[in-house]
């Protein structure tokens, strides 16, 4: 089955902690993106990339960080520097059809601070 | 400022009537438009768009109208069903295959049997 995969659908972060949200596709798609979504509200985009090896920064990106070495893999870290990571994170794919950029998203990961 | 907005945070209709979503933009650049169905605890999945050449997009029981004049677009479904109690993102993007979607803050639809 095709389709982007997110872990853990859980995750807890202690005070100080770096943690890693993953999230893999096997769509072959190029673009790859991260959202946070707060409760009520949109999507917010945090970083994406449109090649492997390349990524740039969204609206929220301070206290994140990415990496993009694989084309099917595009994880995220929340780091320390983020002081307010409580939210539900989406990881989408995109595939370009006739110049436009149509997002499939993955299943999410809730981050909880302890 | 928030460049596409969802005015309604949520929105309630009995079952086999019409639900009626709406959106409104202020960037004159974009010229894709999108709807996108969540629920809880899930990613947003795909549901219906719409280009600027086009004044309305039809899918089933999904239909998309856009109004360029007034930066205003809508998700029509009918006849609503209970399933179909979610809530809906719209988003925007300007032409070209690298540009980014902007969503709106989403509408809560709730369609009671």
């Known amino acids: 089955d095709g389709g982007i995969t997110q872990s853990p659908k859980y995750l807890f972060r202690k005070e100080g902690q770096n943690v890693t949200l993953s999230c893999e596709q096997n769509l072959n798609h190029d673009a790859m993106y991260w959202y946070r979504q707060d409760p009520g509200q949109g999507l917010r985009l945090i970083y994406y990339?449109?090649?492997?090896?390349?990524?740039q920064k969204g609206d929220i990106a301070e206290g994140y960080s990415v990496s993009r070495e694989k084309k099917e893999s595009f994880p995220l870290t929340v780091t320390s520097a983020q002081k307010n990571p409580t939210a539900f994170y989406l990881c989408?794919?995109?595939?370009?059809?006739?110049?436009?950029?149509?997002?499939?998203f993955g299943a999410g990961t809730r981050l909880s601070v302890l | 400022d928030q460049q596409v907005k969802q005015n309604s945070p949520s929105l309630s209709v009995q079952e086999g009537r019409i639900s009626i979503l709406n959106c409104d933009y202020t960037n004159s650049m974009f010229d894709y438009f999108l709807w996108y169905k969540k629920y809880p605890a899930e990613g947003p999945t795909f549901l219906i768009s719409i280009s600027s050449i086009k004044d309305k997009n039809e899918d089933g029981r999904f239909t998309v109208f856009l109004n360029k004049s007034a930066k205003h677009l809508s998700l029509h479904i009918v006849p609503s069903q209970p399933g179909d109690s979610a809530v809906y993102f719209c988003?925007?993007?300007?032409?070209?295959?690298?540009?980014?979607?902007?969503f709106g803050g989403g509408t809560r639809l709730m369609v009671k049997p």
């Open positions: 989408a794919s995109s595939i370009s059809w006739q110049g436009r950029n149509i997002q499939y």
């Open positions: 990339s449109q090649i492997v090896n390349d990524f």
């Open positions: 988003a925007a993007s300007g032409s070209g295959a690298g540009n980014m979607l902007t």
